[in-house]
């Protein structure tokens, strides 16, 4: 339909023509626009509805039925939820981030990544699936709120077992655990590796066979948690004085979310793709692109509508928020 090739291509004109050679009909880019963003508006007006109906519910009073959001496509078992963020330009701002959160279902899978197995470092592994989103230009505690009524939305509950593996952000961690204090939080190990890569290259130098070494033998440290150690082991390098407080602060301050074999052995995740790949995959390739940039409000309507194209949900979307005057 018009909305999803508006959504898919990297642009509107080439959705367009992309239009034109599958239905042999011409269409402007002008048209796959309106219709496009016409309808992320009307998206975000009624997610922003649904989200402001769960939030003026009185706590504790329990929630008629109706009032809470749909479920859709609901999760069991093992769940995942990661939060991120990614810059796009908005046009008399400049750069700004966009905020988004992805639900994921968790399975176990018998066979070890080719990272992990080169490494020796994976006990088992998982594979994520049924991925939901939302996305926004939103402050933390905005995408908390519709991190949570995704929740809602994928059916989340306390019964269910709920990691949330992460960059390390302080506001990740702060609006996560408000809206699921039952959830295991995780550094992101790829994250934390990178940060001993980091003062690696500060003291012994890019791709210095040292360098490679000592990062090889703090993540054997690392990886059965002993983030403290590696803290110590920091402490211990002839680097400059900021490159040791802030590393040291890193491993000190989220030790006890490094437990990464420990978390393996459960059947955790211990790696952020998911989010970062939507980041890239779903935000930066729609809507990063030369120039000015998005007006704000055309931004957030298109971040709405592929919310929802990249939840597999945007048949439903159309036919719940689509005015049907709107063209498909």
Excluded at 71 to 82: A, C, F, R, W
Excluded at 227 to 251: D, T
Aim: proline share 5%; with cysteine.
């Amino acid at each position: 339909m018009t909305t999803e090739q508006g959504l898919q291509s990297p642009s509107f004109e080439r959705a367009a023509r992309l239009f034109a050679q599958a239905e042999g009909e011409p269409l402007c880019a002008d048209s796959v626009r309106r219709v496009t963003e016409g309808f992320g508006e009307q998206v975000r007006s009624g997610r922003a509805a649904e989200v402001a109906q769960v939030y003026a519910l009185t706590p504790g009073a329990g929630a008629p039925s109706a009032a809470l959001p749909q479920v859709v496509q609901p999760l069991e078992g093992t769940v995942n939820l990661s939060s991120d963020g990614t810059m796009i330009r908005i046009r008399g701002e400049g750069w700004k981030e966009v905020k988004l959160t992805v639900l994921s279902q968790v399975l176990a899978c018998l066979e070890q990544s080719p990272a992990d197995a080169a490494e020796g470092e994976a006990q088992a592994a998982v594979r994520l699936c049924q991925h939901s989103c939302q996305a926004g230009l939103w402050e933390a505690d905005t995408l908390g709120r519709y991190q949570y009524t995704e929740g809602l939305r994928r059916g989340l509950h306390e019964g269910q077992r709920l990691s949330s593996v992460n960059d390390g952000a302080a506001w990740i961690e702060r609006i996560t655990a408000e809206n699921y204090p039952q959830a295991v939080q995780i550094v992101d190990w790829t994250h934390a590796k990178g940060h001993l890569s980091q003062v690696a290259q500060e003291v012994f130098g890019e791709n210095s066979p040292a360098g490679t070494s000592w990062v090889a033998a703090q993540k054997k440290v690392l990886w059965p948690g002993g983030a403290l150690q590696v803290a110590e082991a920091i402490g211990a390098l002839p680097a400059p004085a900021e490159v040791v407080r802030q590393a040291q602060g890193y491993f000190q301050s989220n030790h006890h979310r490094m437990q990464y074999a420990q978390y393996r052995a459960a059947g955790y995740p211990t790696g952020s793709g998911t989010v970062e790949s939507g980041g890239l995959n779903y935000v930066q390739y729609r809507l990063k692109r030369p120039g000015p940039g998005w007006n704000r409000n055309k931004a957030q309507s298109m971040l709405a509508a592929l919310s929802e194209l990249h939840s597999n949900r945007l048949d439903l979307a159309w036919k719940q928020f689509a005015r049907p005057t709107n063209l498909r």
